[in-house]
């Protein structure tokens, strides 16, 4: 999921000159978003949307049931990134395609 | 001193029409980075919800830091680019262009630069600060340690950068010392043990930058403002020093450059 985020943002190179800038904002989502905080400490309001978001299924799930194991939630994380690295391998393949067509080789 | 007023608003004028010759990219490094600095503010927001206050420290005390920090260090880069490339710029001989000129290589080298992402930073810290006080006096105070605080942040980077006469390639201890000021201050004082709060009034100097300028704008304890201001002055005139030091070490490295 990391390298899928990363590969993601990285190939917006594509269309724009300088996109550092999106991939320091990913950096500190995931380090916001249940790194430095358990998922817990967000209102309740927030979880729904934060599992529609890669972060709410990076670090802190494996994290914590590393720490205390269920099997039930093992089998939802599982799902969850499973789901998360199909929907990105798709999203940077389409991403690819439609970027490489933007592309003049120059040669050299 | 005229003379290097008027170089200073030449070269920042040049640097200005530099970024915005991609003016896309320049914009994009800008709100990316305020948005960047955003993230950290819902995290100690989020903290803070649960902890109450933090050994002393609220929500609104830790946006000062999120303010002055960033809006201290992105002036510090927005006028003195170079600072964290001296060190590169000593090795690789590439000082000949500043000491060729008629002015200070290290002021001519330091200006010669300006950074797009720190204009996010610098333009971030002042956008926080209606949200932590509305006070004439304190905002006033707020723009001045600003600029103390790009002093101090210019200063440590020069002193440190400096150090490559000797030593040669710093990239990483430098990168360790920048990290060490910039985690420094943008954690409350407090939260680190007594024992070791005497390095951010010695080696790493974030005392002077963030912690003190605080305690005068929650507290307009005004005795602490003429030892910031001679803190940052200061560490200037060290670098200054060590720079000239270091220069009768420094070796030319042929490379043909010109500025105009």
């Known amino acids: 999921m990391v390298f899928l985020c990363q590969f993601v943002l990285s190939m917006t190179a594509f269309w ?22 358990p998922l817990e400490f967000f209102p309740a309001t927030w979880r729904p949307w934060l599992e529609l978001t890669p972060y709410g299924w990076l670090c802190y799930p494996p994290a914590r049931l590393a ?8 089998l939802r994380l599982l799902s969850g990134q499973t789901a998360w690295v199909l929907a990105l391998s798709l999203a940077s393949s389409l991403v690819f395609s439609a970027g490489s067509q933007r592309t003049a080789v120059q040669g050299g | 001193m005229r003379a290097y007023a008027r170089l200073f608003a030449e070269v920042l004028r040049a640097n200005v029409a530099a970024v915005m ?4 990219p320049f ?3 800008v709100f990316g ?12 927001a989020v903290l803070i919800r649960h902890t109450g206050s933090i050994r002393g420290w609220r929500f609104g005390d830790v946006l000062y830091l999120w303010a002055l920090g960033p809006s201290a260090f992105g002036l510090a880069h927005v006028v003195f680019g170079n600072a964290r490339q001296l060190g590169l710029l000593i090795v690789q001989g590439d000082l000949d262009v500043y000491l060729l000129q008629p002015k200070d290589p290290l002021f001519h080298a330091l200006i010669s630069r300006t950074v797009p992402s720190a204009w996010g930073d610098l333009v971030y810290g002042f956008m926080l600060l209606p949200f932590i006080t509305h006070d004439p006096v304190r905002i006033g105070l707020f723009a001045l340690f600003t600029v103390t605080g790009a002093l101090v942040f210019v200063g440590f980077f020069s002193l440190v950068q400096s150090l490559a006469f000797w030593l ?22 407090t939260v680190f043990p007594q024992p070791m709060r005497w390095v951010f009034y010695t080696l790493i100097p974030a005392g002077f930058l963030a912690f003190l300028p605080i305690h005068v704008l929650r507290t307009l304890d005004w005795k ?18 060590v720079f000239r030091a270091g220069l009768r070490r420094y070796e030319s490295g042929n490379a043909l450059g010109g500025r105009v």
Not at chain 2, 33 to 44: R, V, Y
């Open chain 2, 27 to 29: 914009l994009v490094q």
């Open chain 1, 67 to 74: 720490a205390a194991y269920d099997p039930n939630q093992a």
């Open chain 2, 224 to 241: 602490w403002l003429p030892v910031i201001a001679a803190v940052a002055l200061g560490l200037l005139m060290a670098s200054t020093a």
């Open chain 2, 21 to 24: 010759e991609y003016r896309i």
């Open chain 2, 168 to 189: 040669g390639n710093i990239t990483g201890l430098a990168n360790t010392m920048t990290e060490l000021l910039l985690n420094f201050t943008l954690y409350p004082e």
């Open chain 1, 16 to 37: 724009v000159e300088e996109n550092a800038a999106f991939l320091w904002i990913h950096q500190k989502l995931t380090l916001v978003l249940g790194t430095f905080l």
């Open chain 2, 33 to 44: 980075m305020m948005l960047n600095n955003a993230a950290f503010l819902i995290f100690w």
